[in-house]
């Protein structure tokens, strides 16, 4: 079982920051893959950005150039930085884990943004 922590969402007016935090139970190493999924309210969850365990990254075209995903080994974390939020950003982020094979989710975090 791997528990996951998240940090970091809240209220940020358009063209701000945040950066969200996903504290791991388990060395990230034995990760397959760690990332960052949303949903927003009447859709989907989606893929935001993921990073695996060789370190290669991808990220939803609607983010791409705004957000950035990064490993923080010695937290056993990995963090999204996001900027120049857009409303259309507004969404619960949960962070997951590919621990061999199986996927964990964290409790989520709300992000959004409105003026």
């Known amino acids: 079982q791997v528990q996951l922590v998240e940090s970091g969402g809240g209220l940020v007016q358009p063209g701000g920051s945040l950066r969200l935090s996903c504290a791991a139970s388990t060395s990230i190493f034995s990760f397959n893959e760690m990332g960052w999924y949303r949903q927003a309210p009447g859709k989907q969850r989606e893929l935001v950005a993921a990073i695996r365990r060789i370190g290669s990254s991808i990220y939803a075209d609607s983010v791409q150039g705004r957000f950035t995903i990064s490993r923080d080994n010695f937290k056993n974390a990995v963090d999204l930085q996001m900027n120049s939020l857009e409303p259309e950003d507004t969404a619960v982020y949960y962070c997951?884990?590919?621990?061999?094979?199986?996927?964990?989710w964290g409790q989520g975090t709300q992000v959004t943004v409105s003026t």
């Open positions: 997951h884990v590919d621990y061999r094979g199986t996927i964990f």
